[in-house]
């Protein structure tokens, strides 16, 4: 059973920094890759940033160049810096895992970026 908590996560102004954390149960460097998802109300989960054990990153096109995803395994932990926020950045934050088959999800963190 893995665990993942999300924090970090408030109200900000147009084109400040945040950086949600996300917490792992487990040794994250058993966990091949994690991602940030970010979800609206009424529209689906989008990947946001993706991060691999080697430390490979892959981003959506609506946050390159501002976001940057980073992982801490001493720590269990992954990080998503975010700066330069747009209101478009508002949504609840998700961070994803998946260890031997099994996918595991935080329960998210809310993000509000409003002037």
């Known amino acids: 059973q893995v665990q993942l908590v999300e924090s970090g996560g408030g109200l900000v102004q147009p084109g400040a920094s945040l950086r949600l954390s996300c917490a792992a149960s487990?040794?994250?460097?058993?966990?091949?890759?994690m991602n940030w998802y970010r979800q609206v109300p009424g529209k689906q989960r989008e990947l946001v940033a993706r991060i691999t054990s080697g430390g490979s990153t892959n981003y959506a096109d609506s946050v390159k160049g501002r976001f940057t995803n980073s992982r801490e395994n001493a720590k269990n932990a992954m990080y998503l810096q975010m700066n330069s926020r747009k209101p478009e950045d508002t949504g609840g934050y998700y961070c994803r895992g998946k260890r031997e088959g099994i996918d595991y999800w935080g329960r998210g963190t809310q993000v509000t970026v409003s002037s």
């Open positions: 487990v040794r994250i460097a058993s966990i091949y890759a």
